[in-house]
């Protein structure tokens, strides 16, 4: 069965960078993509860019660029997100998302981790 | 980049039907039928409901279905139970990007 189990939960001060795990199981990892979705206490759900596990090529959401990067390790089956220069407001669960995409984003994600929950405090 | 538009809460009574609008523009909903929408019951992950504006996954119930009309898209769900009392986002692709709406949370009464 189509497993994604992610890292466990990170406290970080201001201004640190935090990398969350995502390891796949019970598919052809490199016949998807894998986007990153967070959500703040309270509040809806926030894309921030997917990674196609194929070829590596990547989009991000425009407010992160600069500061998130997605990358995979094709021999692990793992995705990994790193947002860097972290500030409060990015305080939130993190979740990983198998998209149907394998070199495109379709917004299809039929399967979700579990959710990691970044907090940001100093 | 704005998020899709969704109303902030809808009800219904068991065994009703409801349907939830996600309205967009002409850059994302109105051009692509690459628009999903996802089930989220409190402290769980989302689940995939409906994908490419009206499919169905594997073991969605067929009381939950989609449509779309110009920059709007719609998810209605028929004979209303208990378990459906959950947050909704509509999400769409928006050229080499995603949107989600702000989410709908559904009580059933």
């Known amino acids: 069965q189509v497993q994604l189990v992610q890292s466990g939960a990170e406290v970080k001060k201001p201004g640190a960078s935090v990398k969350v795990s995502c390891k796949a199981s019970g598919y052809t990892f490199t016949s998807y993509g894998i986007s990153w979705v967070r959500q703040a206490p309270g509040q809806g759900l926030e894309w921030m860019g997917w990674?196609?596990?194929?070829?590596?090529?990547?989009n991000y959401a425009q407010k992160l660029q600069g500061r998130v990067t997605m990358t995979t390790d094709t021999s692990t089956s793992t995705a990994y997100m790193e947002l860097r220069s972290l500030r409060s407001d990015d305080t939130a669960v993190y979740y990983c998302?198998?998209?149907?995409?394998?070199?495109?984003?379709?917004?299809?994600?039929?399967?979700w981790g579990q959710g990691t929950l970044v907090t940001v405090s100093s | 980049q704005s998020a899709l538009t969704q109303p902030a809460s809808v009800s219904g009574s068991p065994g009703q039907s409801i349907t939830i609008s996600c309205t967009g523009t002409?850059?994302?909903?109105?051009?692509?039928?690459?628009v999903s929408w996802y089930q989220q019951h409190p402290g769980k992950a989302p689940k995939l409901m409906i994908y490419?504006?009206?499919k169905r996954p594997s073991g969605v119930s067929n009381r939950f279905s989609g449509s779309k009309s110009g920059n709007t898209a719609s998810l209605t769900i028929s004979g209303l139970q208990a378990e459906d009392e959950a947050d909704y986002y509509c999400?769409?692709?928006?050229?080499?990007?995603?949107?989600f709406g702000g989410g709908t949370k559904l009580t059933v009464l």
């Open positions: 999400c769409s692709y928006a050229g080499s990007s995603t949107r």
């Open positions: 998302a198998r998209d149907l995409g394998m070199t495109t984003v379709t917004t299809t994600l039929d399967y």
């Open positions: 990674i196609s596990a194929y070829n590596g090529n990547t």
């Open positions: 002409s850059s994302d909903v109105g051009s692509y039928n690459l």
């Open positions: 490419e504006v009206s």
